[in-house]
Nanobody
Framework: QVQLVESGGGLVQPGGSLRLSCAASGSISSIDAMGWYRQAPGKQRELVAITISGGRTNYADSVKDRFIISRDNAKIAVYLQMNSLKPEDTAVYYC?????????????WGQGTQVTVSP
């Protein structure tokens, strides 16, 4: 059974920084991708940043140059350093893990961690 455990959310003032962490546990020998999505009230869940095996990373345009995603393959963990936070970054942030097609289940989500950016 694969589980994702997130940490690092909270309340921060505009212009501040937060670092989110997500660690996977379970029987995992390889991954296709690991990253972060977010969902604000009344909006659809959207991609924030993701790392794809091979080293490629993708960012939402709204967070480029402010957020940095990194991954620790040995720990099967992914991190999101969020800088210059804006009120519009307020959302529940979800960790996402994609396993190769040979696994019985290939898509996993964390429980979500709240990020609130407010004066």
């Amino acid at each position: 059974q694969v589980q994702l455990v997130e940490s690092g959310g909270g309340l921060v003032q505009p212009g501040g920084s937060l670092r989110l962490s997500c660690a996977a546990s379970g029987s995992i020998s390889s991954i296709d991708a690991m990253g972060w999505y977010r969902q604000a009230p009344g909006k659809q869940r959207e991609l924030v940043a993701i790392t794809i095996s091979g080293g490629r990373t993708n960012y939402a345009d709204s967070v480029k140059d402010r957020f940095i995603i990194s991954r620790d393959n040995a720990k099967i963990a992914v991190y999101l350093q969020m800088n210059s936070l804006k009120p519009e970054d307020t959302a529940v942030y979800y960790c996402y893990l994609k396993l190769p097609s040979g696994y019985k289940v290939s898509d996993y989500w964390g429980q979500g961690t709240q990020v609130t950016v407010s004066p």
